[in-house]
């Protein structure tokens, strides 16, 4: 079974996994465009989200960690494990049906917040290690109608930084960008 959630994420992650393993352990002290993390501290958070993700796509609750730490040995094939979890997770219909008991919001619009962590998040990895990065063209025109709705509660909620400034004839993923608060290079 798939659902159009679990579709868009099996477009995104393989990115984002092939970032995760690209970073170098002599990397993970350097910034990124999260500015309140470093390489370390926002793999440990992704590492997080996918995880967690699991059990909201069950209508289960979270459990998020002040300072989690998940990078132990052989962490990168872990993270391409949890990330084959989570899309099975958002792969059955009932995960998009009803609203969130953790996060008091539609499935669907919980479903799509996970694709944007994995969509913008692997391009944050990607910005602070010197990565490539080219997102699914099909998942940004998905996550942009989203990302519009969901910016004022989220920079509200101290989510998302303030819009940062975009040509408005530009191409969708730095508009996408700018949303989330982030500077597109």
Known sequence: MTTKT?????????RAVA???????????LPTPCAEYTVRDL?????????????LAAKQ????AEKPDFL????????ATEVDRVIRAWSAPSALEGVSPAMGMPQEVVGGMLLLDVTVHGWDLAEATGQPYEP???VVAALLDL???????AREAGVFDAETPV?????????????TGRTPA
């Open 6 to 14: 679990s579709e868009l994420l099996t477009a995104a992650a393989p």
């Open 61 to 64: 609750a979270a459990e998020w």
């Open 136 to 138: 699914d063209p099909v």
């Open 72 to 79: 132990a040995d052989g962490w990168r094939d872990r993270f």
């Open 19 to 29: 970032v995760v393993r690209g970073v170098t352990d002599d990397q993970l002290d």
């Open 43 to 55: 793999l440990n958070h992704f590492f997080e989200v996918v995880i967690n993700f699991q059990a």
């Open 167 to 179: 040509d408005p004839d530009a191409e969708p993923w730095p508009r996408l960008l700018a949303l």
């Open 147 to 153: 990302t519009t709705a969901l910016a004022p509660k």
